[in-house]
Nanobody, 118 residues
Framework: HVQLVESGGGSVQAGGSLRLSCAVS????????MGWFRQVPGKAREGVAT???????TYADSVKGRFTISKDNAKNTLYLQMNSLKPEDTAMYYC?????????????WGQGTQVTVS
């Protein structure tokens, strides 16, 4: 049974930093991609950052230069370092895992962690 559990969210003032973590268990394949997404009530889900098995990463334009995605395979944990946070970064943040050749909607998702920037 695959589980993704996010942590590290919270409330922070604009300009501050947070590091989100996503602990993964129960996944046995190594041909996977992982990513962070966020959603505000009433708006569509937005892709924030992704990373593949070779650690190649992509970022939404809105977070480039401020956010960094990384993973620790030994700890089965995905991270999102968020610096210079802005009020518009306020959202529920989700981590996800998928087979790289398939869509994100076919993958596994965590329950989310709330980030509030004031």
């Amino acid at each position: 049974h695959v589980q993704l559990v996010e942590s590290g969210g919270g409330s922070v003032q604009a300009g501050g930093s947070l590091r989100l973590s996503c602990a993964v268990s129960g996944y046995t394949y190594n041909t996977y991609c992982m990513g962070w997404f966020r959603q505000v009530p009433g708006k569509a889900r937005e892709g924030v950052a992704t990373i593949d098995r070779n650690r190649r990463s992509t970022y939404a334009d809105s977070v480039k230069g401020r956010f960094t995605i990384s993973k620790d395979n030994a700890k089965n944990t995905l991270y999102l370092q968020m610096n210079s946070l802005k009020p518009e970064d306020t959202a529920m943040y989700y981590c996800a895992l998928r087979v790289c050749t398939l869509d994100w909607d076919t993958g596994y998702w965590g329950q989310g962690t709330q980030v509030t920037v004031s």
